[in-house]
């Protein structure tokens, strides 16, 4: 009988902490072979096999050596367990297994020990899954098969426990004398209310725990093909009217809309869920990212999907705080175009930088030339000596497109803006709008009622990105 020794599956209570040293081991080569071609003593239940030899040249000094994955090329994370059946510098799967990795038998692959990642919650805490009769030789399935969803999901949870499940994953499981495909449609760590405030967070795969949820739904007949049937390809056409329906079904208890969300569509009809936090630096966005918005807001914007999806890359890493990301120079002028539709500022001048041609937006600007070209159209405020230039925003100013051409030009407007805002909300626009500042010796030919020293004092925090003026006295002057 062969030896089997099981490496075991990395405890659902978090012993993440080996993953130090895991990090290191080297990837392996190795075969593919298929489960049904190696005489194993005892069902894999989901792992994958791999000789003891190859598990203890992957950890000598880490054990239980548990999850691997393809060095690259998808997603899926197995726990292997170490099988002296399986020929040295192979590795055993299923037909499911093989799918999911996208590999053929007799292969050779690159397979590396699975780090789960280390700042980042990797249990999960929702699963959604849909159900589907697996096309099979055997298994009569034509007609409907009614399966219970919450004793299925009992199941699954059961014989998955301790498995990494990673979205568009597929499993095989016999539940009450049927042979169905689960396929994992989406994991999530955090919960829906959590989901919903994070930005930045996204989960595509992680553990199963015994506290995981599981949601289900019966995929549907005419929906049947899909990403399966490559694994199922040599077996026979199953009769178009056999279904799955789940009944007893665990549903997600019935949350009203998030407010927090804008629906954006893209030119191209994608459609984007996305956080209004992430929208706000898009000011042409600004009606419909405003907090006080009590529906869901669905926005048309003019760029494609693939540029909005690299925009959205870019917000997130702003609202995250990290460094912007280093798109290719050929997206560059795609995703400039995009910054001006959307009004996004930061990322037209980091276009404008890479492009090498950053104009000198930011510079000091005459009093002359302010009211000149507020005489020629444009829409040029003054506020505590920063030049802003609102004139594309005009129709999303929350107060009306009129107030501010009617009221506040050719003046410094600190006063009215003071008097005017009753919340901090205003502050936050000011960096998209900014173009400089007015020249310092020309402070004094500015009208202005002076606005309070405490409102001065909260904008000047709100506004460090501005630049620095030599000798700049900010002082004010009266009409
Ligand atoms: C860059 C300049 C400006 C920005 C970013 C801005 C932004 C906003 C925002 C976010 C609101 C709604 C929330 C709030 O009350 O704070 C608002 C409302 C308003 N703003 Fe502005 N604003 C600007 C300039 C001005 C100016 C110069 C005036 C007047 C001359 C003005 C007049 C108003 C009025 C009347 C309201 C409606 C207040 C209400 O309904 O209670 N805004 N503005």
């Not at 630096?281 to 909005?308: G, H, K, M, W």
Request: hydrophobic share 40%.
């Amino acid at each position: 009988m062969p030896s089997m020794r099981g490496i075991g599956p990395l405890s659902y209570s978090g012993n993440t902490k080996q993953t130090a040293k895991l990090e290191e081991l080297p990837e392996l080569p190795l075969r593919v072979i298929s489960l049904e071609d190696v005489s194993v003593a005892t069902c894999a239940g989901g792992c994958v096999l791999i000789h003891p030899e190859t598990s203890e040249a992957w950890s000598p000094a880490v054990q239980p050596t548990s999850l691997v994955a393809l060095s690259s090329g998808s997603d899926c994370v197995f726990t292997a367990r170490a099988d002296a059946a399986v020929p040295i510098g192979c590795i055993a799967l299923d037909e499911a297994q093989q799918h999911n990795l996208h590999v053929a038998p007799a292969e050779v692959y690159n397979f590396s020990v699975f780090c789960p990642p280390k700042n980042e919650e990797f249990e999960l805490c929702e699963v959604d899954a849909e159900v589907r009769l697996l096309k099979s030789r055997e298994a009569s399935c034509s007609g409907r098969v009614e399966v219970d969803g919450g004793k299925l999901a009992s199941r699954f949870q059961k014989q998955y426990l301790g498995h990494v499940l990673a979205v568009t994953q597929q499993l095989v499981l016999t539940h009450e004398g049927a042979n169905l495909v689960i396929r994992v449609t989406g994991a999530h760590a955090l919960d829906e209310e959590a989901r919903e405030e994070a930005v930045g967070y996204h989960c595509f795969r992680g553990l199963l725990t015994p506290e995981t949820q599981i949601f289900l739904t019966a995929k549907s007949p005419g929906d049947q093909g899909g990403a399966a049937s490559s694994c199922t390809a040599s077996h026979h056409r199953e009769p178009r009217n056999s279904e799955v329906v789940v009944v007893n079904n665990r549903t997600r208890a019935f949350r009203t809309p998030s407010h927090n969300i804008v629906n954006v569509y893209t030119r191209d009809g994608e459609w984007f869920p996305t956080k209004k936090r992430l929208l706000r630096p898009c000011i042409l966005l600004t009606s419909a990212v405003r907090d006080d918005a009590q529906e869901v807001v669905n926005v048309t914007v003019d760029v494609d999907t693939l540029v909005f999806d690299r925009v959205l890359i870019y917000l997130e890493a702003e609202a995250t705080g990290r460094p912007a990301p280093q798109f290719a120079a050929h997206h560059l002028e795609d995703l400039l175009a995009a910054a001006q539709t959307l009004g996004l500022r930061s990322l037209q001048d980091y276009c404008q930088t890479r492009l090498g041609g950053m104009d000198a937006r930011l510079r000091l600007h005459s009093w002359s030339e302010i009211q000149q070209r507020n005489g020629e159209g444009a829409c040029l405020l003054i506020l505590d000596g920063m030049i802003l230039d609102v004139k594309r925003w005009l129709p999303e100013h929350p107060g009306g497109s009129t107030i501010i051409p009617n009221q506040a030009l050719n003046l410094d407007c600190a006063r009215f803006f003071e008097v005017y805002h009753a919340s901090r909300e205003s502050f936050l626009y000011l960096k998209e709008f900014y173009i400089g500042e007015l020249r310092p010796e020309d402070r004094p030919l500015v009208p202005c009622a002076p606005p309070s020293q405490d409102f001065l004092q909260q904008l000047r925090q709100y506004t460090t990105f501005r630049m620095p003026v030599d000798g700049h006295v900010r002082a004010f002057k009266s009409f």
